[in-house]
T-cell receptor
Framework: DAGVTQSPTHLIKTRGQHVTLRCSPI?????VSWYQQVLGQGPQFIFQ???????GRGNFPDRFSARQFPNYSSELNVNALLLGDSALYLC?????????FGQGTRLTVV | QQQVKQSPQSLIVQKGGISIINCAYE??????FPWYQQFPGKGPALLIA?????SEKKEGRFTISFNKSAKQFSLHIMDSQPGDSATYFC??????????FGAGTTVTVRA
């Protein structure tokens, strides 16, 4: 059974550009969450979606948005990229509190 | 405000030794406490988890000890192996909502 898959694995963008990151959850998992992990720190919560509804949002600016599709896959969008947005973006799908992470998308903003 | 505090930041242990990582939390509403293992360039992998109605949980060489009154929990890695060298994160959540992570502990196991 496939785990959480994220695409792309690596991405380089220029300041001011927009980026879309994608996530496919484990089959049967209806909850998808997004986290940002800066080098040397623990992951920080960005969004959680459950059954296509936003369940919660972390302390991130409005430049960050997300959505969940009928097949429970999800997209994270970031507008007007800043150098400080460079990080590993992680997607997790969960069932009864057990959260499983994908390999992440390494975003570099130059 | 960091809701979960983790220590130490790093530790070195000899092969066959015991690694101990400690975490403390403030929010008594947390009802789920997982530990994750992360290798460089990879996503965190769920290692073991505990709920507050249990004081200890063991899976293979990994044991979580939980002290509800002190609001602390710890991970013990027994018989540490070089393949255990990684960064370990404790976390906490409530109602299947967001995970609040500790800052991480880098464990190095020397052969």
């Amino acid at each position: 059974d496939a785990g959480v898959t994220q695409s792309p694995t690596h991405l380089i963008k220029t300041r001011g550009q927009h980026v879309t990151l994608r996530c496919s959850p484990i089959s049967g998992h209806k909850s998808v969450s997004w986290y940002q992990q800066v080098l040397g720190q623990g992951p920080q919560f960005i969004f959680q979606y459950y059954e296509k509804e936003e369940r919660g949002r972390g302390n991130f600016p409005d430049r960050f948005s997300a959505r969940q599709f009928p097949n429970y896959s999800s997209e994270l969008n970031v507008n007007a990229l800043l150098l400080g947005d460079s990080a590993l973006y992680l997607c997790a799908s969960s069932l009864r509190q057990e959260a499983f992470f994908g390999q992440g998308t390494r975003l570099t903003v130059v | 405000q960091q809701q979960v505090k983790q220590s130490p930041q790093s530790l070195i242990v000899q092969k066959g030794g015991i690694s101990i990582i400690n975490c403390a939390y403030e929010n008594t509403a947390f009802d789920y406490f997982p530990w994750y293992q992360q290798f460089p360039g990879k996503g965190p992998a769920l290692l073991i988890a505990i709920r507050p109605d249990v004081s200890e949980k063991k899976e293979g060489r990994f044991t979580i000890s939980f002290n509800k009154s002190a609001k602390q929990f710890s991970l013990h890695i027994m018989d540490s192996q070089p393949g255990d060298s990684a960064t370990y994160f404790c976390a906490a959540s409530m109602d299947d909502y967001k995970l609040s992570f500790g800052a991480g502990t880098t464990v190095t196991v020397r052969a």
